[in-house]
């Protein structure tokens, strides 16, 4: 096995440098041997553009005041506005959104979008604070953020622990600021504000749309897949569904409570309506408890990975008794785990293609807002499904044209698009 060796910038630590932003630039620098990039611009392409730090100081119903970190990270704007979403957790930092951010460039690019990527949050812990609190802190960040965001600046979305409301929020407090009305200044809206449909289920739908295209790749039906599902939130639940609803035998799932395992087949729609009655999957009384580690582990065709970043890492890559992987969160597997499959020759549906579901749906969202004029599910579906097969036929094509993995390939498309828009643009001044 290839020894995969982390990829620092040569001006010394930076502040963004963390474990994960390692693993996006050193997956970077992987792929860009295949990529036939200029040095000029492969060295712009290594840092974000913009980074910004704030301060989010909010009265909590106590009376108390405390203030959170906010980030925002710009990765590239060669494409178009930068487009990212928005996450509320207490692990936040300003190098796992400068990580995410480039991801979220390779992935736009790969999709052909007119956007660069983006990420931001607030290190916070949401569990924790009523809905009046997360209102008020979101209409603050919004605040901070107005500088460098904007229909054609920079989009966000919702992320972890971030939603519709979460959205509306912030859609408002920037329409206050502005004067009108400007549902196009994030996505992932209500309805009601110009949101569009599908969105919500965009993410886990187009995970399952990426994987029924692999197997019919590998002569595969998806009918008689033994599938494990690692999270059961907004992706991993949707996906699960959209799996069951094409045959597949769904027969593992997990979220923050543990695992749940039976051989036969989980009934999912009731999983789904009880999860969303209490909050959890913790109180459900059928099939066998496991934890989210030996989840990983259970022989299956198709796993997959809907939770959050390094889930499969040198320790566990070795025990995975999976046909093929599919990626529905971002970065959920390590470098070394990478090589590791890879040798095993157990195929990864990378996360800059497999759960572009999102984004895509954003993009629609945007120009559908832009335009005033709005489009029917079926009609988005139907969109959403050509988008994500052009790009996974491009990728697999170049897979076995240069011999690369699927994450190198998706990086490699990925890169070359930015690059050709830099190339001609040039570097101001």
């Known amino acids: 096995m290839a020894e995969v060796q982390e990829v620092s ?4 630590h930076l502040e963004w440098e963390t474990p994960l932003y390692r693993t996006a630039l050193a997956q970077y620098e992987l792929a860009l041997p295949y990529a036939d990039v200029e040095e000029f611009v492969a060295e712009r392409l290594r840092y974000p553009e913009r980074s910004l730090v704030v301060s989010v100081p909010v009265r909590l119903d106590s009376g108390k005041w405390t203030v959170f970190p906010g980030y925002r990270v710009q990765h590239s ?5 930068t487009k990212g979403g928005v996450r509320y957790d207490a692990e936040v930092t300003l190098g796992e959104c400068a990580a995410l951010a480039m991801w979220m460039t390779w992935k736009c690019a790969l999709l052909r979008l007119p956007y660069g990527g983006a990420k931001g949050g607030v290190r916070c812990n949401p569990k924790e604070m009523s809905l009046d609190e997360l209102r008020k802190m979101t ?3 919004t605040s901070e953020l107005l500088p460098i965001i904007g229909p054609q ?3 966000p979305a919702p992320d972890m622990a971030t939603n519709e409301q979460t959205m509306a929020w912030m859609m408002d407090t920037y329409s206050m600021e502005i004067g009108h009305a400007v549902p196009e200044i994030v996505t992932g809206k209500p309805i009601s504000l110009g949101g569009s449909l599908f969105r919500h289920e965009a993410t886990g739908a187009g995970v399952v749309m990426v994987i029924e295209r692999a197997c019919r790749r590998l002569g595969w039906d998806l009918a008689d897949q033994r599938c494990v599902v690692q999270g059961f939130g907004n992706v991993g639940g949707i996906a699960a569904a959209e799996l069951d609803s094409k045959g ?6 997990s979220d923050v409570s543990g695992g749940l395992h039976d051989e036969g087949g989980l009934d999912v729609q009731s999983l789904l309506r009880f999860a969303e009655q209490h909050g959890s999957l913790a109180d459900w009384t059928e099939g066998d408890r496991l934890t ?9 065709d198709i796993l997959v990975l809907a939770a959050r970043e390094d889930q499969i890492h ?5 025990r995975l008794q999976a046909r093929l992987i599919a990626e529905g ?3 959920p597997t390590s470098l070394e785990a990478d090589a590791i499959l890879a040798e095993r020759g157990i195929p990864v549906l990378p996360d800059v293609l497999t759960n572009a579901g999102g984004v895509t749906v954003s993009y629609f969202e945007w120009v559908q807002d832009l335009g005033r004029l709005f489009w029917d599910r079926r009609e988005i579906r139907a969109k959403l499904a050509e988008q994500l097969g052009d790009a996974f036929d491009r990728v697999w094509a170049l897979s076995e044209q240069k011999d690369l993995t699927l994450r190198s390939a998706a990086l490699v498309a990925g890169i070359r698009e930015v690059a050709g828009a830099l190339r001609s643009r040039g570097i101001y001044p």
């Open 9 to 12: 910038p040569e001006h010394g």
């Open 77 to 81: 704007t060669v494409l178009g506005p």
């Open 139 to 141: 209409r603050r960040f």
């Open 153 to 155: 600046k920079d989009i």
């Open 248 to 253: 597949a035998s769904v027969i593992a799932v």
């Open 292 to 300: 989210n580690e030996e989840l990983l582990e259970l022989p299956c």
């Open 314 to 318: 040198a320790d566990n890559a070795h």
């Open 329 to 331: 969160a971002n970065g």
